[in-house]
Each structure stands twice: as C-alpha cells, then as structure tokens.
C-alpha cells in the first residue's frame, strides 16, 4: 500500500546533538513538507521541497536542515542550533496540492 | 498574507450536542484550497475535506457539514449529534498556488463528554 513513513516513532536527544528523523513516499508525489507542532501552536511550516534537488524555507526553518537527493525521501536534521526542539514532528506529501497524505509523526524529547 | 484563524481554543460539549467549529482564512489568490483535518491522541493527522475556491457549495457528509462562505472568508464545520469519539483536535488549512504549501491555523480541541 502506498503511505508515508516516517521513523522513528520516539526519538530522544542528548543536548547538543544532531539527530535526523526520516520520512519515505512511495505515492509518486513530487511535493514534501516537514511541520512542527507544539501544543497549543497548531502545524508551523519548516521546509518544504516541491522538486527533487530544491527546497525553500517555511515559516520556522532556523536550526533545522533538509535534503532532498530522491523524490521518495526528503530526512529532516535538528541542528545543535535548534534551541528548543522537543516537539511533535508530521511529514507530508502532496501532488501539487491536491491530495496530502501525512506520516504517523516523531515525537523529539530532549534529555 | 496568507492567514489561517481558528479562534476557538478549545470546546466542550456534551454528547449529542451539535457544535461548529469556526474558520477564517486570508489569502490574496483566487485559487485556493480549504482543508479540514481530525487530529486525534495518537497523533496522526485524518483527512475530512477539501474545498477549492470556486465551489461555494455546502457539504454534508453523515453528522459533518460544512459551510464555505468567500464573502465572509469563512469555511466551518459543524458536527450533529456529537458523540465521544469526535473528540480530537481539528485544523483548518489553506492551500494557495502562489505558495506551493499548506498552512494550518492553531487548532480547535474538541472535548465531547459523556
């Protein structure tokens, strides 16, 4: 079945550290988006890529880092330089707007 | 700017009760998309519509039903005979051309109580 993974599920980071969370589409879509959510904050934006090879900043993309090398992967790295990264992380993938389809999400602690 | 507005923190109500939940969006294109989307405890986000911006006409799908208004920039969502399960929070979203991205407004949590 087609969908959108995302790994791991929990994930914990030592302060200071860099960790990657993973996202996958096997939907042939061209467009993927990486959002944040806090509670009570809703879904902030933090990079999206609407073609292979290129990617533009959302609306909070400072301490964050993206790569977009194949059209079915698009990793998200929390830099050292993310002040506060403890936060529910949701992938998504979408067909030039028309249809997203979201992963499970990663839930961040800092420990 | 593109601006979505879910002024309703959070809701409660008490089963069978009929809530809506209100949305306002801001956006400077004519083509444009509408969302609403269940998040519940586990986390994922559901699906429940998409609008675009030339169709005007309300929905109903079971208990849901929602009402586009551009006049207004309004696009709500109502529930009928509330039950416990629709318990979760809902985001209202916004899909512009120009932008290429779909932004969400802060979320509505919804409490239906026995």
């Known amino acids: 079945d087609g969908g959108i993974t995302q790994s791991p599920k929990y994930l914990f980071r030592k302060e200071g550290q860099n960790v990657t969370l993973s996202c996958e589409q096997n939907?042939?879509?061209?467009?993927m988006y990486w959002y944040r959510q806090d509670p009570g904050q809703g879904l902030r934006l933090i990079y999206y890529?609407?073609?292979?090879?290129?990617?533009q900043k959302g609306d909070i993309a400072e301490g964050y880092s993206v790569s977009r090398e194949k059209k079915e992967s698009f990793p998200l790295t929390v830099t050292s330089a993310q002040k506060n990264p403890t936060a529910f992380y949701l992938c998504?993938?979408?067909?030039?707007?028309?249809?997203?389809?979201f992963g499970s999400g990663t839930r961040l602690t800092v420990v | 700017a593109q601006k979505v507005t879910q002024a309703q923190t959070e809701i409660s109500v008490v089963e069978k009760e009929d809530v809506t939940l209100d949305c306002v969006y801001e956006?400077?294109?004519?083509?444009?998309?509408l969302f609403w989307y269940k998040q519940p405890p586990s986390g994922e986000l559901v699906f429940l519509i998409r609008?675009?911006?030339?169709?005007?006409q309300n929905e109903i799908s079971g208990r849901y039903s929602w009402n586009f208004q551009k006049s207004t920039s309004s696009f709500n969502f109502t529930i009928t005979a509330s039950q416990v399960v629709d318990s979760a929070v809902y985001f209202c979203?916004?899909?512009?051309?120009?932008?290429?991205?779909?932004?969400f407004g802060q979320g509505t949590e919804l409490s239906v109580k026995p």
């Open positions: 998504a993938s979408s067909m030039n707007g028309y249809g997203y389809t």
């Open positions: 979203a916004l899909f512009y051309n120009q932008g290429g991205k779909l932004i």
């Open positions: 609008r675009n911006s030339f169709d005007e």
């Open positions: 890529s609407q073609i292979v090879n290129d990617f």
């Open positions: 956006t400077r294109d004519t083509t444009y998309y």
């Open positions: 939907l042939n879509h061209d467009a």
